[in-house]
């Protein structure tokens, strides 16, 4: 069981998690990051690239 957290107060909106993972994460109203699916449809090497290459490490992963 995988859980994702994006801090919204650091995310700018960037968009890179969303082309990683476009089945888990998408922009809001408010242009930040959220979590839009089951975490768990996404495999975790590919939601750790994401958070990984999150420009201000908004993104947290806890497995
Ligand atoms: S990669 Fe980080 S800063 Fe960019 S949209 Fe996703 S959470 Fe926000």
Redesign the pocket.
Known sequence: MVNVR?DKDK????????AVCPDI?E?GDDG??HVKGDPNKCDVKTLKE?AE????T??TIEE
């Open positions: 994006i995310c700018i909106g960037c968009g890179f998690c969303v994460f922009l930040k990051s994401a290459g999150c420009p201000t908004a993104i």
